[in-house]
């Protein structure tokens, strides 16, 4: 069973920034399109990022392009989020998770973290 483990979240002030990993102990790590998806308070889980196998393909939300990039280092079986110019709608739990394509859709992925609570507040 291959395992995610996310870290990095918190609360920040709106306009912050924050970066965000997702860790396999997995030594297939590489063999994985990598996603992060989040969920707010009675919403539904919602794609934010994708990256293929080898960070050639990224596809992101309309609503974090630009501020948010996807990147993986498979030396490390890790991937990462890196948030920037955070805003208030932003506030959600988000997840990590591997499947064998990089798509947006969430039903097509097998292995989920736990989530990491990000809170953009003042």
């Known amino acids: 069973q291959v395992q995610f483990v996310e870290s990095g979240g918190g609360l920040v002030q709106p306009g912050g920034s924050l970066r965000l990993s997702c860790a396999s102990s997995?030594?297939?790590?590489?063999?994985?399109?990598m996603g992060w998806f989040r969920q707010a308070p009675g919403d539904e889980r919602d794609f934010v990022a994708t990256i293929s196998q080898d960070a050639g393909i990224k596809y992101y939300a309309e609503a974090v392009k630009g501020r948010f990039a996807i990147s993986r280092d498979n030396a490390k079986n890790t991937v990462y989020l890196q948030m920037n110019d955070l805003k208030r709608e932003d506030t959600a739990i988000y997840y990590c998770a591997g499947t064998t394509v990089a798509t947006t859709r969430a039903s097509s992925y097998n292995y989920w973290g736990q989530g990491t609570q990000v809170t953009v507040s003042s």
């Open positions: 997995d030594r297939t790590f590489s063999h994985y399109a």
